[in-house]
């Protein structure tokens, strides 16, 4: 389905009854990575799962697609459906997303699952990281998304997971130069909102992927001390929902369940 935001269209798709899940897609993915999760879930619940501004079938809306941005535009559609309350389970990016929607819109959210994701902001080091990765894209984004994927999994799972990797490829290369960069842009200038661990009243869970090539473990862990975030290691990398697919369902099903 497809919904108008700010002149932008939107893709969503809405499946199953009862209370909302919220399935937000993490960087060069985009809402069809969700479908064995929506599978399962929308026999319980409503499951609404939105491609992220650039990605999937969503267009873009400017140069530099912050997250605010994006939080924005999922209220838009939530707001659209007419949907007050739910849980959100962003995926990377998604994750940012999420706190991002969070932070605004705090009284509509039942729950937040960080999967392979972070409350910290880019360090340094990580901000050159972006600006060379959209330098590589300006010079050409099929290159940079061939190489990108595969760092995604764990080392060893890249051999074993060749056929997703070469799917997950696939789609990417369907996101424009322009979608790729504005998302860089946005990830980058993106705030500390670790300040959401402690002051929310709604339960907050980290699925930590502990070969995670992405994001560091010690850092993830550091983060929630003295807060009632609750962590679920994973043993593999940042594809939790490929890597780990089963742990990873099971994780969601009692969450979702916890914020009920």
């Not at 890249?158 to 490829?169: A, S």
Request: proline share 2%; hydrophobic share 35%.
């Amino acid at each position: 389905m497809n919904f108008l935001h700010k002149d932008s269209n939107v893709h969503y798709t809405s499946s199953g009854k009862g209370s909302v899940v919220v399935l937000l897609h993490g960087f060069l993915e985009n809402s069809s990575m969700w479908t064995e999760i929506t599978e399962v879930l929308s026999k319980k619940y409503r499951v609404i799962c939105i491609d992220l501004l650039g990605h999937g079938k969503t267009e873009n809306h400017g140069y530099i697609h912050t997250m605010k941005d994006q939080a924005n535009m999922v209220k838009s559609v939530l707001n659209h459906l007419r949907l007050r309350k739910y849980v959100i389970i962003g995926h990377s990016m998604g994750g940012y997303v999420g706190l991002a929607f969070s932070k605004l819109f705090a009284s509509s959210v039942k729950g937040l699952c960080l999967m392979n994701s972070t409350a910290l902001p880019d360090s340094e080091e990580k901000k050159i990281n972006r600006d060379r990765a959209i330098k590589a894209v300006k010079q050409n984004h099929k290159t940079f998304v061939r190489i990108a994927i595969p760092l995604l999994f764990s080392e060893e799972n890249r051999t074993v997971f060749t056929k997703e990797i070469t799917q997950i490829t696939s789609a990417a290369l369907q996101i424009s130069p322009q979608g790729i960069t504005a998302s860089l842009e946005g990830m980058k200038i993106r705030k500390d909102l670790t300040s959401i661990y402690k002051n929310t009243n709604f339960p907050i869970q980290l699925i930590i992927g502990k070969q995670d090539p992405a994001l560091m473990y010690s850092s993830l862990v550091e983060q929630t001390k003295n807060t009632r975030v609750q962590i679920t290691e994973l043993p593999d990398g940042h594809m939790s929902h490929i890597e780990n697919k089963n742990s990873l369902l099971k994780t969601l099903t009692s969450f979702i369940k916890q914020c009920h």
